[in-house]
């Protein structure tokens, strides 16, 4: 393996990394988020009942 391959394993692997963190950060803000599911569910259907 030569000093570009290397390199390039190296960038893929840290580009997965702040990807997977991304990930995992927006799943726990949603999760965290004060809101609970259900009025925004209400919400919807309301919206969807006033276009038709």
């Known amino acids: 393996m030569n000093k570009t391959e ?14 997977s963190g991304y990930f995992m950060y927006s799943g726990f803000s949603m999760l965290m988020h004060d809101e609970s ?3 925004n569910a209400t919400q919807g259907v309301k919206q969807l009942e006033g276009e038709f």
């Open 6 to 19: 290397k390199l390039q394993r190296i960038i893929l692997i840290l580009l997965g990394a702040l990807a």
């Open 37 to 39: 599911g259900e009025v």
